[in-house]
């Protein structure tokens, strides 16, 4: 018996199927070329209308698509082309490269743009975003036609529905969660598959790997749906308790399986988001609905502005099709499916308004703004119950075949025309856009300084590059080492120490907009910094100019690793501002004060300060008694010598929590300095230092 359910489990019936035919591969292709295409040429008749790129001078590259998601792109094509995806010190002192690739972009339709010569370019990226639709509507067909085992042409102009959907066009500039609603269809077919006992295995964990590789935030959702749609499944398909336990265990296995082997990506990331501000929020709030009725039901119709605040979710998929929802409660379907169906989309509903459903499905946290993000999954359920209503209308036409084709073509025609009209309509009027100029305005004079100012890590050079002007993901985004930082796995460690500090802000916990401060400067290894106009002190003389643009060089630049005095470990950190800039300095230095004034930076009323010359150079020269000597360099592991003149601690300017430190071979103790640096305690001498990295 064990046997023979293991049999059942693993071993599949072989079916023979005879090639197809020129005119049958034909056939197919205009099928899934139709459900491709139409989607796809509303969206380019959209971008053409509005002059997106490819087709004119805007790009999708707005908002957090500017702030985050390209200059994370072009960072990952770097790592792509130099096949090292560990770390990245273009931010936040240092980041685990593959925890933010996991979050944003490990979806491998970019790597079809990785492989291109050259920078990434804002027109690649819409682009490939557009094609993203025609694949949306693609992978609905395919389950459409799978589920009902042919193809019939309303399929098509249903998968439009699904791919012109409010998500997708609300959250364009999020394109990196699109991923999830392409392989959301496939992962529901495997499921079925899997229950009618057919080679679904393969598909479900093939696309579900996928989903969590490409985005875990998305995943998540798409894998608490899989849960409830392989309980619905089971309900409508029941066929004995056997059955039931073989497909459980498939499903089960299959699921585990594709969590497993992306352990790789899952670990670093989950590491990261539990180190972020947002890990400890905890749900912390009392029950409550968020909109009344008819702000929800309004969310249903077309041509409603994007909700990107707070507002009431996207959760459109056409009028028409949501009218077709109802028939399908007429049709002659089982009760026990009927209702299985109803009280699932009933779910759906209440998880966009109850705050309890919504926190769980957004990973047991409240999202920052973007209102339900999970509501692509709501439009593929819609349409597919809204589908089993149009066929049972069809069928109502059986023996009018000629009727029943007018009807059908101008039921599709109405949707077609809705779901299209609303797409063009939404991408001229709300969809975010810029100008490309604006994007990349900065780019050949900002390729100079990276081409001419940056390090070599093979003569194992170490500094830091930083721009005047804020940059949120400037390192990332023009290839240099650097320190401001925008990232939803940025730690609740880097996002502090940065306040403390004074550093401005663009996003609440996620984010640090890095301010030049000579001291600063000196302590993080910031060795150029790019001004747009001419400016020197007793610190800084000018190093070149790169177009526009005007480099002065840090001559009290600190290298990666220093030695500093023991006072370092006992930082006063109830401090802020210039106070606690003071603080760092004097207790690694053992120089008195260096700066006057004190204050939080705020962008309105910057408030200025004194440097004292001599006292802060006196501290540099203090902390270079000790030779420094990086003699390694690498993402992964990082040596060199120390030659300590004294007793004291190594402060090295890289994230405590991502570093592993030996001394002489022997694993040290890693040390927090300042709340946020790395550190250890160091004897007088001459040491090998080994810096380990995620």
Not at 111 to 132: A, C, H, S, Y
Not at 264 to 270: E, H, K, M, S, Y
Not at 423 to 438: G, Y
Not at 614 to 619: Q, V
Request: proline letters at 3%.
């Amino acid at each position: 018996m064990v046997k023979s359910f293991i049999k059942d489990i693993f071993i599949f019936r072989k079916e023979k199927k005879s090639p197809l035919t020129r005119d049958e591969k034909l056939d197919l292709m205009s099928w899934y070329g139709a459900a491709f295409l139409i989607p796809f040429v509303f969206i380019i008749a959209g971008a053409i209308a509005r002059k997106i790129a490819p087709f004119g001078e805007n790009t999708l590259m707005a908002i957090d698509a500017w702030g985050q998601y390209f200059p994370m792109l072009r960072e990952m094509k770097r790592a792509f082309r130099s096949f090292d995806f560990s770390y990245s010190f273009t931010g936040a002192l240092g980041f685990d490269l593959t925890a933010q690739s996991a979050y944003y972009t490990n979806s491998p339709l970019w790597f079809l743009l990785f492989i291109l010569p050259g920078e990434l370019t804002p027109g690649q990226v819409d682009l490939m975003v557009f094609i993203r639709f025609g694949l949306a509507g693609l992978t609905f067909f395919h389950y459409l036609s799978s589920h009902y085992g042919k193809k019939e042409y309303g399929m098509v102009f249903f998968s439009c529905a699904y791919a012109l959907s409010g998500y997708t066009l609300a959250f364009i500039n999020q394109f990196m969660w699109m991923d999830a609603v392409i392989l959301l269809p496939l992962v529901m077919l495997g499921i079925e598959q899997i229950i009618k006992g057919e080679k679904g295995m393969w598909l479900y964990f093939g696309s579900l790997f996928l989903t969590i590789f490409a985005n875990f935030y998305i995943a998540f959702m798409v894998c608490f749906f899989a849960v409830l749609w392989y309980m619905l499944q089971t309900v409508c398909m029941f066929k004995g308790i056997r059955n039931m336990f073989i497909s459980a265990f498939r499903f089960g296995i299959c699921s585990l399986l594709a969590g497993i082997l992306n352990l790789p990506v899952l670990i670093p990331l989950l590491r990261a988001i539990g180190n972020t501000l947002a890990s400890d929020l905890g749900f912390g709030n009392t029950l409550r609905f968020y909109h009344s009725i008819t702000e929800m039901l309004g969310m249903l119709l077309p041509f409603r502005p994007s909700s990107l605040a707070f507002e009431a979710p996207n959760i459109y998929f056409g009028v028409v099709p949501l009218l077709f929802c109802f028939v399908a409660i007429l049709s002659k379907e089982k009760i026990i499916k009927k209702l299985s169906y109803l009280l699932l989309f009933a779910f759906m509903l209440l998880s966009f308004n109850f705050n309890l459903l919504d926190f769980i499905w957004h990973g047991f946290h409240f999202p920052n703004q973007l209102p339900g993000r999970q509501s692509f999954i709501f439009a593929f359920l819609g349409l597919v119950i809204a589908y089993s209503g149009y066929r049972y209308l069809t069928s109502l036409l059986k023996e009018e075949n000629y009727v029943r084709s007018i009807v059908s073509i101008a039921l599709c025609t109405l949707i077609c025309a809705e779901v299209g009209a609303n797409a063009i309509h939404k991408i001229c009027n709300d969809t975010k856009c810029v100008t490309i100029e604006s994007t990349l305005r900065n780019d050949g004079d900002l390729s100079v300084v990276r081409e001419n100012y940056n390090p070599d890590p093979e003569k194992n050079e170490f500094w830091r590059i930083e721009l005047s002007d804020h940059r949120y993901n400037g390192g990332q985004l023009y290839g240099y080492n650097g320190i401001s930082h925008y990232s939803s796995t940025m730690s609740g460690d880097c996002y502090n120490f940065f306040i403390k500090l004074g550093m401005s802000i663009y996003a609440r916990n996620v984010s640090s907009e890095y301010t030049p401060n000579p001291v600063l400067n000196s302590l993080f290894g910031i060795r150029y910094i790019v001004n747009s106009s001419p400016v020197t002190d007793d610190i800084c003389v000018n190093a070149g100019t790169a177009g526009k643009f005007y480099i002065q060089e840090n001559e009290a630049v600190l290298p990666l690793f220093y030695v500093a005095e023991r006072d370092a470990l006992n930082i006063d950190m109830s401090l802020s501002g210039h106070a606690f800039t003071n603080e760092i300095f004097k207790c690694i230095s053992g120089s008195d004060d260096v700066i006057w004034g004190n204050g939080i930076f705020d962008r309105d009323s910057v408030e200025g300060y004194s440097l004292y010359a001599k006292e802060f150079l006196e501290g540099i020269e203090n902390i270079r008694k000790s030779e420094c000597i990086i003699t390694d360099f690498g993402k992964k592991e990082i040596k060199g010598t120390v030659n300590s003149v004294k007793d004291g601690v190594l402060v090295i300017s890289l994230p405590a929590k991502d570093v592993k430190i030996e001394i002489d071979g022997i694993e040290a103790e890693t040390l927090t300095i300042a709340g946020y640096m790395a550190g250890a305690e160091i004897s007088e001498g001459l040491h090998e230092i080994t810096i380990k990295l995620p």
